[in-house]
């Protein structure tokens, strides 16, 4: 009795199944075709990639970068990144003060180096750039004419490398400064926020831009924005104007306090007292010996004030490993006895109230690294003038066995500029407990090395522009993303529009 009915209705059931099929594959096959067109239509064309050469011409050595970034992006930040560093054999260009015909072809293997990474036909339009740094100060302090014939050398063999030359200058203190302030800033993604972020940042009232800590061999710079700024000292203020909003940054750049020249400065000090061609250095772990020629020890513009005549061409100096020795030893290069500001770092520098997070980075990172002082989670003081205390009380002969693979000239440096990082953080420019926490010690950002140079080039190359530069108001994905959504909706909107309207039976029975 059941069968007739079943079979009575089965043919009108799979009429309307199969317009629902159809219907459906052919919804589908439109949301395909419309995914497919949005993705290839507005897919970004082929990369373009420009490269940019610069060459850090530091006091202990020259570092060589090699930075690309996509054309058409070029004025976004962040999108600049290193691909490339070559360090330079030998010691840094102002080391050719007696031989400067040499400071040039010093250069050359890591610019054959470069134009292995950079394809043949982009080289000529590769800017290439040579900041030196403060061994140059100082050699054009000592000797003029060298250091001029230092940078002839350089720039001959800059100009006959295939790249597009641009200048082989030294920098100035208050440059470098402010170059790996912007360094950091853009790798971090400071300076141009997107909407969100921008409004977190005006709730919590947090600064939006990150000081920076740069420790050489010569020099040493703190560069940051102060939430006060006072005119006191205008030679310790810069004004910019990035992607549309103004900075106001303080910086100053110690020369004679990077720390081969602080140590330096230390034995001229030492060598006041000294009774005899020996001397007992707390700095140096004990066991430890260095001799040192008198002859051009106070040639030397950061060591020339204390000179003095002695009776003796060879210092000898005796490691102690006392840490707490080293600090006092220390303590007499920070002079904090005249201030003629409101407040001041020391030698009578204006200094304003410390603002924010600070990246420390070059030597900063190099001795806390290799103290293990640099985990995400940041060491208190306290911890970390332990660790360097116990690690300064280590015989030389065990350190020396532990660290073999570690050059001895950093290696039998790392107590002394541990102890010296400590002095110049906390006495210098007095950290505190408190704030100790807000310095964060940085080699690389993302694939970046932190330093002054890619600034440098940014600036040079005009790829910071003063104005936002105008943006679509959605990003590529958010536009892909957003355009699938709405073709979903408009395909499910119509369906539901003809199944209501048009009614199939089997609905129509269901509904009933
Ligand atoms: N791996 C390392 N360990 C310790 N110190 C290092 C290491 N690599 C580099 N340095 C030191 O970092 C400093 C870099 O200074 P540099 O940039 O050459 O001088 P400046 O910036 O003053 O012109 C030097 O004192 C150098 O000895
Ligand atoms: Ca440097």
Known sequence: MDEPKVTGTKPKMSTTRKILLILGFLSTLAAIALITVAVTQNQPLRKNIKYGIVLDAGSSHTNLYVYEWPAEKENDTGVV??????????????????????????????LRQAEEVIPAEQHQETPVYLGATAGMRLLRLENKDAADKVLSSVEKT????PFSFQGARI?????????????????LGNFKQSGWKKFLHS???ISETSGALDLGGASTQITFVPDEISPESPQNLLYFRLYGKDYQVYTHSFLCYGKDQALQQKLAWDL??????????????????RTISMSNFFKNPCTSIEEKQFPFSQLHIEGEGNYEKCRRNIQILFNKTNCPYSSCSFNGIYLPPLQGDFGAFSAFYFVMNFLNLTSDVPFTLDEVASAIQKFCARPWHEVKLQYHQIKEKYLSEYCFSGAYILS????????????????????????????WTLGYMLNLTNMIPAEEPPAPPLSYSSYVGLMVLCSLVLVSVILLAWLLFHKPKCLQKGIV
């Open 81 to 110: 990144q290193q691909v490339e560093v070559c360090k330079v054999e030998g010691p840094g260009i102002s080391g050719y003060s007696q031989t400067t015909e040499k400071a040039g072809p010093s250069l050359v293997q890591c």
């Open 158 to 161: 800059l100009r006959s490398a």
């Open 272 to 289: 006041q007292s000294a009774e005899n061609s020996s001397l007992f250095d707390p700095c140096f772990h004990q066991g430890y010996q």
């Open 424 to 451: 110049l953080l906390e006495n210098g420019y007095e950290f505190t407990t408190e704030n100790w926490q807000r310095i964060h010690f940085l080699g690389k950002i993302g694939s970046s090395d932190a330093g």
């Open 171 to 187: 920098i100035s203190g208050q440059e470098e400064g402010a170059y790996g302030w912007i360094t950091i800033n853009y790798l």
């Open 203 to 205: 709730l919590k009232s």
